[in-house]
């Protein structure tokens, strides 16, 4: 089995929290409170390639809005579990969307063939007779690896981006170290520890 890069986001997000123990807190999906569920069900269908959240990025902003609206009539503890399952929309869709905004002619243009590199980099083969732990691993691995290519890739095809696309990824890896307590840090394999670790990402986007 291939983990694609166009679900590395949702990999990203399920990685968090399971890292994080809060998955443990939820349970499975069909334990989550079905508030919860009928809120992230717009966004979970959205296409996760970047070529498509490029392409469509005022109707993936709207469909977060409208999951934020809904979200917002459920109870306090689905609200964080929400708000940690959307970081990278909301990082992309309020914190930094006017500043992404003004580099996305360019960012379009270039989204399309940094997929495909990118594609072919970090696609990691899984299969079923793995432990979780190796599966976990490969997956912090494949986390990694897409983090950097895209960062690269998109900043050297569109060297404007360079700053709001730097701040992007420290902020999503500050959203992963939020998350998680030392203890379980330290519980981590390293290639897990490596993504967690602000001083470790940022040595890497800076080497770029």
């Known amino acids: 089995m291939v983990l694609p890069h166009g679900r590395h986001l949702l990999v990203t997000v ?3 929290l399971q890292c ?3 998955l443990a807190q939820l349970g499975d999906q069909s334990k989550m409170t079905d508030c919860l569920k009928t809120c992230l069900k717009p966004l979970m269908k959205i296409n996760r390639s970047f070529t498509y959240q ?3 990025f005022d109707k993936v902003c709207d469909t977060l809005e409208k999951s934020q609206g809904c ?3 459920c109870t306090v503890h689905d609200q964080k579990a929400f708000y940690q399952f959307t970081s990278f929309f ?10 992404l905004e003004d580099q996305m002619s360019c960012l379009r243009m270039v989204v399309a063939q940094v997929d495909k590199k990118c594609t072919s980099k970090c696609g990691i083969k899984t299969d079923k007779s793995m ?3 190796q599966k976990m691993k490969l997956t912090c691995q494949q986390v990694e690896c897409n983090t950097l290519c895209y960062f690269e890739n998109f900043t050297k095809l569109c060297p404007d981006a360079r700053d709001v696309l730097m701040r992007i990824n420290v902020r999503q890896t500050q959203e992963l170290a939020m998350v998680t307590t030392d203890e379980q840090i330290s519980k981590m394999e390293a290639e897990c520890q490596n993504i967690h670790n602000l001083n470790y990402m940022k040595m890497k986007f800076v080497a770029i």
């Open 54 to 56: 490029f392409l469509n």
């Open 90 to 99: 909301r990082l992309h869709c309020i914190e930094f969307e006017e500043e």
């Open 131 to 133: 432990s979780k732990e």
């Open 71 to 73: 979200v917002s009539k």
């Open 14 to 16: 399920i990685l968090v």
């Open 20 to 22: 994080a123990g809060i």
